[in-house]
Each structure stands twice: as C-alpha cells, then as structure tokens.
Nanobody, 124 residues
Framework: VQLQASGGGLVQAGGSLRLSCAAS????????MAWFRQAPGKEREFAGS????????YYADSVKGRFTISRDNTKNMVFLQMNSLKPEDTAVYYCATRPRWRGVGFQTSGYGHWGRGTQVTVSS
C-alpha cells in the first residue's frame, strides 16, 4: 500500500491550498480516509476524515468551516481544501486509511496506512 500526499507549500495567512493524496495497492472504497497534521514539537492531530462512500465528513473544531475533505473513488484519491489559512495551520499533513468497519475515529490508533506527509507553512 502506498499513499502519496502532495500540494503543500508556503502561503500567506488568509490564503488557500489544496492537498491531494493518491492511494495505490488497496481497495480504496474499503477505507475511510483522514488527514492528520503534526506541527513541530507537537503530537500528530486529527484534521478531518471522510467515510468510504464520501457521505459523511468530520472535522476538528480548529479547522471546521475552513477545511473541506473530499474523495474520488474512481481515481483512488482524497483531497483537503484549506481556505483562510492561519499561521497555526503550519504543520506536516498526512493522509491515512482506516478500514470502514472500524467506524469514525479521531485518534491515530486504528489508522493503518500513512503517507509520508506534505509540508504546509503559513506565514503571518
């Protein structure tokens, strides 16, 4: 299984970025997908997730209303549209898989496959 995240970069506060994660080596529709993020010196934290069929989405309070997660099961891809970015959004962003039978989860446990991450830096 491979997860390849891309789309990170340097952006000014108030700007937008769209992250992409391409999955291979798995039956994509068997998995819920999530984005986590990890800032320097901090633990990895949940940002948002989407169920296997795209029907339900979940967000951390810190990103709710600014970030939108989506997926394309025909292309085995998941996306994170990030708007109104803030300096505190600066982190490495990781995509991860969770078997759909597990149900929703907001902790790193239960997520079996992880991408290598993409750096997002928001300047003030």
């Amino acid at each position: 299984v491979q997860l390849q995240a891309s789309g990170g970069g340097l952006v000014q506060a108030g700007g937008s970025l769209r992250l992409s994660c391409a999955a291979s080596g798995l039956t994509f529709s068997n998995y819920d997908m999530a984005w986590f993020r990890q800032a320097p010196g901090k633990e990895r934290e949940f940002a948002g997730s989407i169920t296997w069929n795209g029907v339900n989405t979940y967000y951390a309070d810190s990103v709710k209303g600014r970030f939108t997660i989506s997926r394309d099961n025909t292309k085995n891809m998941v996306f994170l549209q990030m708007n109104s970015l803030k300096p505190e959004d600066t982190a490495v962003y990781y995509c991860a898989t969770r078997p759909r039978w597990r149900g929703v989860g907001f902790q790193t446990s239960g997520y079996g496959h992880w991408g290598r991450g993409t750096q997002v830096t928001v300047s003030s």
